[in-house]
């Protein structure tokens, strides 16, 4: 019982490097989540996508690019990492979309 | 102001205590609420969704206050399993997009 699946688990980056991190799901969802974590801020979501093929922005998608060519994959691209983008992101899915998501357990992404 | 409020604690309590958090959130038009549970360096999980009569869980009872706009959530019987993070979640509309509180730590001891 996979769920939510999320690689790399942690990350260590240079200010100007790019990466990918994969989010995998097989519960069927239609529905996928990027968020990131910072202490006292609250998980803030990245972007977003209510089926294959579509991508929407979410709160603070400056930075970030995302792709859902696969309804079980999620992919979310750092094209030139920056010191504001450390923090521990998260991937989620849900079902019908709303508040009942299932989470990864996290990226821990540092950038120098 | 952050749309999502919530006291972030630590709130310190021995087992077999009663601890209640509240959430405050600022956007009228929020249309459904939850409660869910994050452990130290570990992904948030579905605790209990929030409904307007107010519901229960075991140990667990949440209410909704509409007309002050502000979520509870009462632990009856604290357990040390217990101890986390507790995250306020409210949907702003029909739509997609949750808003997060900053989370109220518990810490329940022996």
């Known amino acids: 019982n996979a769920g939510v699946t999320q690689t790399p688990k942690f990350r260590v980056l240079k200010t100007g490097q790019s990466m990918t991190l994969l989010c995998a799901q097989d519960?069927?969802?239609?529905?996928m989540y990027w968020y990131r974590q910072d202490p006292g801020m609250g998980l803030r979501l990245i972007h977003y996508?209510?089926?294959?093929?579509?991508?929407a922005k979410g709160e603070v998608p400056d930075g970030y690019n995302v792709s859902r060519l696969k309804k079980q994959n999620f992919l979310l691209g750092l094209e030139s990492a920056a010191p504001s983008q450390t923090s521990v992101y998260f991937c989620a899915s849900s079902p019908t979309g709303g508040g009942i998501q299932y989470f990864g357990a996290g990226t821990r992404l540092s950038v120098l | 102001r952050k749309e999502v409020e919530q006291d972030p604690g630590p709130f310190n309590v021995p087992e077999g205590a009663t601890v209640a958090f509240n959430c405050t959130y600022s956007?009228?038009?929020?249309?459904?609420f939850f409660w869910y549970r994050q452990d130290c360096r570990k992904e948030p999980k579905l605790l209990m969704s929030?409904?307007?009569s107010g519901n229960e869980d075991g140990r667990f009872t949440a209410q909704l206050n509409r007309a002050s706009q502000y979520i509870s959530l009462l632990i009856r019987d604290s357990k040390l399993s217990d101890s986390a993070t507790y995250l306020c979640v409210v949907n702003r509309n029909a739509g997609n997009m949750l808003t997060f509180g900053g989370g109220t730590r518990l810490m329940v001891k022996p």
């Open positions: 996508s209510v089926g294959e093929g579509t991508t």
């Open positions: 956007n009228s038009a929020s249309q459904s």
């Open positions: 929030v409904y307007s």
């Open positions: 519960m069927n969802h239609e529905y």
